[in-house]
Nanobody, 113 residues
Framework: QVQLMESGGGLVQAGGSLRLSCAAS??????????LSWYRQDLGKQRELVAT???????NHADSVKGRFTISRDNVKKMVYLQMNSLKPEDTAVYYC?????WGQGTLVTVSS
């Protein structure tokens, strides 16, 4: 059973920064071979892809966060991170970690104007 646990969310003023973390309860081998993603979902909206990192460390970020957010991974620690800078009120959402078809429970990010 794969478990993903997000942390690092909170309340921040516009222009501030947060770093989200996601810990995976899988083997190092499986983790290192997996594509990892961060999604977000605001109230009443569809879940949207924020960023992805492949097993070769190729990254892709949504246009709405490009230049502000950075996804990274640590295969030894089995962690995936999302560094979020220059936060905007429209970044407010629950952020979810994803590995294959597994999801964490999410961490809430609230950006005040």
């Amino acid at each position: 059973q794969v478990q993903l646990m997000e942390s690092g969310g909170g309340l921040v003023q516009a222009g501030g920064s947060l770093r989200l973390s996601c810990a995976a309860s899988v083997s190092i081998k499986l983790f290192s071979l997996s594509t990892l993603s961060w999604y977000r979902q605001d109230l009443g909206k569809q879940r949207e892809l924020v960023a992805t990192i492949t097993r070769t460390d190729t990254t892709n970020h949504a246009d709405s966060v490009k230049g502000r957010f950075t996804i990274s991974r640590d295969n030894v620690k089995k962690m995936v991170y999302l560094q979020m800078n220059s936060l905007k009120p429209e970044d407010t959402a629950v952020y979810y970690c994803n590995l294959d078809h597994y999801w964490g429970q999410g961490t809430l990010v609230t950006v005040s104007s």
